[in-house]
């Protein structure tokens, strides 16, 4: 049974960075990140493969977070650079039951979750 356990989330004003970082148990799959603003439904951000190639979700996010992965500390990070207020989610990370990143954000194409980390973005 995959674990995920995510990590890195917190309070950072507009136009700063984080990092997010998503353990997981395997590396043989890919990963995808996801978030989930109140009220709103769960968004797919981008997803990395098994063998390191990415697929973006978000227009929203491009030029701004990038994901990578070190399979030997079994770990995906999510570099968000220039983040805004709309940034703010609970971030998400998942693993689909294979090493290939789905082709469309649908978060039911993905069997395991992280149990979430809170991003906040002040303005």
């Known amino acids: 049974h995959l674990q995920l356990v995510e990590s890195g989330g917190g309070l950072v004003q507009s136009g700063g960075s984080l990092r997010l970082s998503c353990r997981v148990s395997l590396d043989y799959y890919a990963i995808g990140w996801f978030r989930q603003a109140p009220g709103k439904e769960r968004e797919g951000v981008l997803c990395?493969?098994?063998?390191?190639?990415?697929?973006n979700y978000a227009d929203s996010v491009k030029g701004r977070f990038t994901i990578s992965r070190d399979n030997a500390k079994n770990t995906v990070y999510l570099q968000m650079n220039s983040l805004k207020p709309e940034d703010t989610a609970v971030y998400y990370c998942?693993?689909?039951?294979?090493?290939?990143?789905?082709?469309?954000?649908?978060?039911?194409?993905?069997?395991?979750w992280g149990q979430g980390t809170q991003v906040t973005v002040s303005s």
């Open positions: 990395i493969n098994s063998g390191g190639g990415s697929t």
């Open positions: 998942a693993a689909p039951t294979y090493s290939l990143c789905p082709p469309y954000s649908d978060y039911k194409e993905y069997d395991y």
